[in-house]
Every structure is written in structure tokens, then in C-alpha cells.
């Protein structure tokens, strides 16, 4: 009983209003919080600890403790002295020092307080009261007032908000996603790992935020939804959320290597060419790509994490066909008022647009993104054909053409450019690659390999290359060129062309 007392009188101090609940929350505690206690969300140790990077951590309290019962080799040290030094959380006055109770539930009443302290927000004056069970002098009725108002926390049906309810750990994934309107995802970030969160589970979306964000990575491929939050669990949660350098690293998977087209290359803390620089790469240097976002890849190499330009990265997919994911321009020449090359009652535009056709059918199905820069017979700027394939964020780009000339000339030819192309030596393997499948599958007369500024190759930033099929002036190529058995063939060898760079 005299515990008790001077339990009472220290918790007046901090929740003037909230002790029938903490007593009873007291009691629950040492029978149900065993599975509280296995999962820290701790299992790696924060992003660029190695001083790799500039990053610096913003707590100063380190060789002392603040809390008794947080000690220096506490998970949630740090985060826990962060939110105190912001009066975000408070302690327990205990014989003249100070507990924290790291192990005990946060409710939704303190989980609302907090929340709206950590997001600098104020005490919402109440006027009159919302719920059944907030009377207007209860002790966390403005906070919660201002979080509800927020959208951040709801009432429930019957008119009651249950303040001293605890929160489960996908309940609070729910509200601090909402609070910090942490961003979905991209598409190709690697999936949330835990073996108990499905993809169909009601708070899936939120937890995939924490866990992609480096707020919570769970333990050992547990997330445990349903389980009571701790206090120090929600300390690490909610520091994580406001400051990025208590954030974890993401246990992301390699979707991609990336081989290094430049002689050097920028690794960048962030994906925009303002960050500062944290590392550079040589030519043939072959990086691990985690994630790649408009013309930003997320990379390791050795001990360098950061983001480099995907334009000078060579990449390729790690399982399954090297296509797959790639962003590959198809562009047929010509087209609607400007027919190219006409030659024995053919066409350029109609066999270019042809041949692009199928070749987009098979780099499709390898899994590529494929940009056509026209599918049908309408007329595009060569400005505008490099442009489609810049907005895209294109990888490769190959333009296919069809020559003409004397009756006599015959045979393929492709292009590449090295006089603007920062990618010219890329461009030249790749066009390599093509001329060869082209003479070997379709029998075509070598004319090799060529550099020349023409537009489209010149102004991308990509590996780019013109192909030129064959000559609609010459009886033997134009027969090729305006079948549909060959035009399978020439689209055929370009796409084992691109394979084949891929590969090597
Ligand atoms: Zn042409």
C-alpha cells in the first residue's frame, strides 16, 4: 500500500487526471508484456554508423543516463533521451531519480499527447467535449481534441475515444504513418519481409511505410501486429519518424547490378544532383542497385551506400531474364507525313514501324518497359523522339531505319555516336551486338559498324543506336524488308543484340 502512495503521488504530477487507469495498466503489466519484450525493431544498427557518410546523431547525452531503468546498452537509449530532451516524453520521479518504464504500454490517450508534441502541435482548447469518456479538464482532452481534429486518431461508435485503451503495434504503424504522412513505397522497393503481416492485413500499407521508411524492421521477420506497443518501442518508433538519423537501414534486396559506364561517377547521400557526395566509382565498377527512382538507382558498392545516375549504370536484372525492368526506347523512323525512304513500292515509315512493332512484342516480354516513340503512322520531331525517351527515364535507346541508295547497295549498317553521347562506347557494343545478330540471322551483307552524330543517337544520354535494316532501293533487301517472315528476323536480331550487350 505505501508503494502504492508514492506511485500515486509521482504519476499526479505527470497525468494529473489518469490514475485509476495507470493503476490498472500497472497491474496487467508483468503478466502480458513477455512478448513485448522480444521485439526491440532493433536488429541492425543505424544507416552509415561506419562515419561513411556526414551523418551525425543530434544526442549528446550519451555517457551519462538520463533514465535508472534505461541503461547505456539500452535499444532505444538514444530515441528515449531524444524525446525527453524535447519534452515530448516525461519520466516517473521515483526516490529522487528518474524511471522511464520502458516495458510498459502506451496508451491511446499518451500515444495522442505525444504524437501531436512531437509534431510541434498545441493543446486544442475544448469547448465542449467530444467524447463520453473525455470529460474537458481530463488530463489529455486537448491533445486528443487536436490529434482527432488532425485525422490522426478517431472515436469509436459509441461516442467513447477509450483513452487508457492500450495501442497494439499496427494500431500505432496506422497512426504514426498517418501523423508523419510518410510516403508510400515506390513500386519496385522490395516488399515488406515479416512472416506475420500479409498483404491483406488491415494495417499492411501502414507497416510496409514503417519498414520502408527505416522506422521499424521488426525481429527476426516478426512484426507482431498484434501486440501491445511498448513505451520504448513507440520512443523509437516515434524518434525515427522526426529525425532521419535514428532511422534503420532498409534490409532491402538487389533488384539489379549496375556496371559503371563513366570514368567516374558520383555516389550521392540522396537522388537529386544537389546532395553532397559521399563516394565515387570508376569505369566497370559493378554496384548492387536496391531501388531506382526516375534517373536515381540507391547503390552499395563495398562499404559506399548512396545514389548514383542510372544513365551511367549498365543495368541489369539479377534473377531471371537481364531484361527484365529495363527501360528501352523503340523508335521507328519517320512516320505520317514524312515516309522516308521509298524505293520498289515500299515504304520506310510502314517497315520500320513494322519491324519496331514485333521487336517491342519480344523486349516486352522479356519483362523490358517499352517506349515507343510512335506506334502508329503519325509523324514525331527527332527533338521530340528524344524527349519521350528522356521523360521515360530510357535506358537503351534503338532507332530503326531503312536505307536507300543505287540499286546496287545492299546490306545493314548501324549507328552510334560518340562526338555528344557520353555513352558512346555503350552505344558502339550495343551496335556491335545488333549488326552482328542482324548479318548472321537475317543473311544481310556487313556494312559494319558506324559513328555519326545523326540526331536522336547524338542528343540521348543513353546507349543509344540507329540501325539501318537494309537498302529499299536494292531488289534483294527490299524483299526481305517488306516480309513478314524477315521482319520477325530483324526484329528477332535486335532484341538477341540487346540480350547479348546485357550478357556481357
Ligand atoms: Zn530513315
Redesign the pocket.
Known amino acids: 500500500m505505501r508503494l502504492l502512495c508514492s506511485f500515486l503521488v509521482v504519476l499526479t504530477l505527470l497525468f494529473p487526471s489518469s490514475l485509476a487507469a495507470y493503476a490498472e495498466e500497472k497491474q496487467s503489466l508483468s503478466s502480458s508484456d513477455e512478448g513485448l519484450l522480444e521485439i526491440r525493431d532493433f536488429n541492425q544498427s543505424p544507416p552509415f554508423a561506419d562515419g561513411s557518410t556526414s551523418t551525425t546523431f543530434t544526442i549528446s547525452s550519451s555517457n551519462g543516463t538520463i533514465f535508472s531503468d534505461v541503461p547505456t546498452d539500452h535499444w532505444a537509449k538514444s530515441e528515449i533521451e531524444f524525446l525527453y530532451q524535447r519534452s515530448i516524453i516525461q519520466g516517473y520521479t521515483v526516490n529522487n531519480g528518474l524511471q522511464f518504464r520502458p516495458n510498459a504500454r502506451v496508451t491511446r490517450a499518451q500515444a495522442a499527447k505525444m504524437l501531436m508534441k512531437a509534431l510541434g502541435e498545441k493543446e486544442q482548447p475544448i469547448s465542449r467535449a467530444r467524447f463520453k469518456d473525455i470529460p474537458s479538464d481530463h488530463w489529455a482532452a486537448g491533445w486528443i481534441e487536436r490529434a482527432v481534429e488532425k485525422g490522426i486518431f478517431q472515436g469509436y461508435e459509441d461516442g467513447t475515444f477509450r483513452p487508457d485503451d492500450p495501442l497494439k503495434r499496427s494500431q500505432m504503424s496506422k497512426v504514426i504513418a498517418i501523423a508523419f504522412q510518410l510516403p508510400a513505397p515506390p513500386s519496385t522497393a522490395s516488399k515488406v519481409a515479416f512472416t506475420d503481416v500479409s498483404s491483406n492485413y488491415w494495417a499492411y500499407p501502414y507497416i510496409s511505410k514503417l519498414y520502408y521508411h527505416g522506422i521499424s524492421n521488426g525481429n527476426q521477420n516478426k512484426f507482431m501486429p498484434e501486440s501491445y506497443i511498448s513505451r520504448d518501442q513507440f520512443s523509437a518508433f516515434l524518434a525515427r519518424a522526426m529525425n532521419e538519423d535514428f532511422r534503420l537501414p532498409v534490409n532491402s534486396s538487389v533488384i539489379a547490378t549496375g556496371k559503371v559506364t563513366a570514368q567516374s561517377l558520383n555516389v550521392r547521400s540522396a537522388g537529386n544532383a544537389n546532395a553532397s557526395i559521399v563516394g565515387k566509382l570508376n569505369y566497370g565498377a559493378v554496384v548492387n542497385v536496391y531501388e531506382i527512382n526516375g534517373y536515381w538507382a540507391k547503390i552499395s558498392y563495398g562499404k559506399i551506400n548512396g545514389y548514383v545516375h542510372k544513365s551511367y549504370l549498365k543495368l541489369k536484372n539479377v534473377n531471371g531474364n537481364p531484361l527484365q525492368g529495363r527501360i528501352i526506347t523503340v523508335d521507328a ?2 512516320g505520317g507525313t514524312d515516309s ?2 521509298i524505293g520498289n513500292g515500299a515504304y ?1 515509315k510502314n517497315i ?1 514501324l513494322s519491324v519496331a512493332k514485333k521487336l517491342q512484342q519480344k523486349l516486352e516480354k522479356a519483362g523490358a518497359k517499352v517506349i515507343m516513340t510512335r506506334a502508329n503512322d503519325t509523324y514525331k520531331t527527332l527533338e521530340e523522339r528524344v524527349q519521350i525517351a528522356k521523360n521515360n527515364y530510357a535506358e537503351l535507346f534503338v532507332s530503326i ?3 536507300s541508295a543505287s540499286a546496287s547497295a545492299n546490306g545493314s549498317e548501324t549507328y552510334y555516336d560518340t562526338s555528344t553521347n557520353p555513352n558512346g562506347y555503350e552505344s558502339y557494343l550495343l551496335a556491335k551486338e545488333i549488326q552482328q545478330q542482324l548479318v548472321k540471322n537475317a543473311n544481310m551483307l556487313d556494312r559494319g559498324v558506324k559513328d555519326n552524330n545523326f540526331y536522336v543517337i547524338r542528343y540521348n544520354t543513353v546507349p543509344s543506336v540507329l540501325v ?1 535494316l537494309g537498302f529499299i532501293t536494292n531488289k534483294s533487301d527490299v524483299q526481305k524488308l517488306t516480309s513478314d517472315e524477315y521482319q520477325n528476323i530483324f526484329a528477332e536480331s535486335i532484341y538477341n543484340g540487346i540480350v547479348q550487350y546485357y550478357n556481357k
Open positions: 523512323g519517320h522516308g525512304a520506310e520500320v531505319h531503312v536505307n539501318e
